[in-house]
């Protein structure tokens, strides 16, 4: 595709239940990242994938939160035993090798997710 | 540690009058910075980018900031508001150098700005 793609786009969920969210880079882009956006906050680093790999995890906020990224392309977020506090808007956004400083990260729409 | 401020969370300008957001840095290398566009449900976009060839960076949508190294500052501008700038506005800085080899983003807090007629 052109751009970044992530579904569901909006997701209600009830308070302990599992989802997952998803994300496709653009094709050819070995870097993925994830990052979250809560009402009135900037975007906080959740996770970072080269390849299938993710060197950097130190943003994910529990363990309740994993990702895995397979065929270097698509990647799914998943966030167990959901609580209130993770409604946010989740953004994946992908850039072609992740390792020049000024190199453009290319977002997708976001997920909105809802805990009821 | 590498970080950036955005000053005001609320911008509010009129129609055609002079856009300035105002973003500083923290660096303890030379930064990389970046301007990104959030329009209302949708994802971020690429503004402009600093990338040490010239201090002052022409992006898309008429958008321009200028680094200023005296005043850790990278403030974006444009002349003439339009209604279509109605939008979030984030300033982000690379930690590439201390992030592992990566292009580690940090963002600021953004700024909501409002345009009216």
């Known amino acids: 595709g052109a751009g970044v793609s992530q579904s569901p786009s909006n997701k209600v969920t009830e308070k302990g239940k599992d989802v997952e969210l998803r994300c496709d880079p653009i094709s050819g882009h070995t870097a993925l990242y994830w990052y979250r956006q809560s009402l009135g906050q900037g975007l906080e680093f959740l996770i970072y994938f080269q390849g299938n790999s993710a060197p950097d995890k130190s943003g994910l906020p529990s363990d309740r939160f994993s990702a895995e990224r397979t065929g270097g392309s698509v990647s799914t977020l998943t966030i167990q035993r959901t609580q209130q506090e993770d409604s946010a808007v989740y953004l994946c956004a992908s850039s072609l090798t992740g390792t020049g400083a000024t190199e453009t990260q290319y977002f997708g729409p976001g997920t909105r997710l809802l805990v009821l | 540690a590498q970080s950036v401020t955005q000053l005001g969370s609320h911008v509010s300008v009129s129609e055609g009058a002079l856009v300035l957001l105002r973003c500083n840095y923290s660096?303890?290398?030379?930064?990389?910075l970046f301007w990104y566009v959030q329009y209302p449900n949708q994802g971020l976009q690429l503004l402009l980018k600093?990338?040490?060839?010239?201090?002052l960076v022409k992006g898309i949508n008429g958008f321009e900031a200028e680094f200023k190294k005296s005043e850790t500052s990278f403030h974006l501008t444009k002349p003439s508001a339009h209604m279509s700038d109605a939008a979030e506005y984030f300033c982000?800085?690379?930690?590439?150098?201390?992030?592992?080899?990566?292009?580690?983003?940090?963002f600021g807090a953004g700024t909501r700005l409002a345009v009216h007629p």
């Open positions: 982000a800085v690379s930690v590439l150098p201390f992030s592992g080899g990566y292009n580690k983003l940090i």
């Open positions: 660096s303890s290398v030379p930064p990389y």
């Open positions: 600093y990338t040490s060839a010239a201090t």
